[in-house]
């Protein structure tokens, strides 16, 4: 279902001349969300799904692995799929953060 997703961020990646590194963490964070929502069609995610799995990452990882998932899930949303809206929910301020700041 979502080949194409997976076919097209290799592309873009590719075009970008992005890291090996880049590559293989930007994939095994999409594939963790991708699990997470047990393999819903990204495109058809909703931002209140997304919300949601932005907090989940917040409660289980440090601050460095958050960091990460929300990049790799931010050129997804904007370079893949093209959906800018998205990046409103994908803020690399953590939620603990901001309700403590």
């Known amino acids: ?19 090996s ?6 994939f095994a964070n999409v594939r963790y ?13 909703t931002k209140e799904e997304l919300t ?6 917040d409660k289980k990882y440090n601050k460095t692995t ?14 893949v799929i093209k959906r800018k809206y998205m990046l409103e929910v994908l803020n690399l301020k953590r939620i603990r953060e901001k309700l403590y700041a």
């Open 33 to 45: 969300m991708e699990e997470y929502f047990g393999g819903k069609n990204l495109k058809d995610i």
């Open 21 to 26: 590194g880049t590559y293989r963490e930007y």
């Open 52 to 57: 949601q799995y932005v907090a989940y990452l």
């Open 1 to 19: 279902m979502n080949r194409k997703i997976y076919n097209s961020l290799e592309r873009t990646l590719e075009a970008e001349g992005r890291s």
């Open 66 to 79: 958050y960091n990460n998932h929300i990049a790799a899930l931010r050129y997804l949303y904007k370079k």
